[in-house]
Nanobody
Framework: QVQLVESGGGSVQAGGSLRLSCAVS????????MGWFRQAPGKEREGVAA????????YYADSTKGRFTISQDNAKNTVYLQMNSLKPEDTGMYYC??????????????????WGQGTQVTVSS
């Protein structure tokens, strides 16, 4: 079983920054892909960024490219999402997700089998 615990959310003004963390436990050596997703009220969950655990390839949504950076510290079993130049439309619940075993790595939620409880990010104008 894989457990994911997010932290680092909060409220910031537009233009500000936040760094989200996702602590991973269980099956840590079998993770193949880690992702960050977000969901705003009334909207579907969307992929924000993803990273291949082994090769380090990264994937970003067009809306976050150039502003968000996903990274990982495999020694600490932690994945990060550095968010800069935040906009009000970045507001939402942010979820960390993990995929076990190889294959897909990207921004489709159905590609991930394990999810954290989420951390709220609110950006005010």
């Amino acid at each position: 079983q894989v457990q994911l615990v997010e932290s680092g959310g909060g409220s910031v003004q537009a233009g500000g920054s936040l760094r989200l963390s996702c602590a991973v436990s269980g099956y840590t050596s079998r993770r193949s892909c880690m992702g960050w997703f977000r969901q705003a009220p009334g909207k579907e969950r969307e992929g924000v960024a993803a990273i291949s655990t082994g090769g380090g390839s990264t994937y970003y949504a067009d809306s976050t490219k150039g502003r968000f950076t996903i990274s990982q510290d495999n020694a600490k079993n932690t994945v990060y999402l550095q968010m800069n130049s935040l906009k009000p439309e970045d507001t939402g619940m942010y979820y960390c997700a993990a995929r076990i075993s190889g294959g897909y790595c990207g921004l489709r939620p159905e590609g991930f089998g394990y999810w954290g409880q989420g951390t709220q990010v609110t950006v005010s104008s």
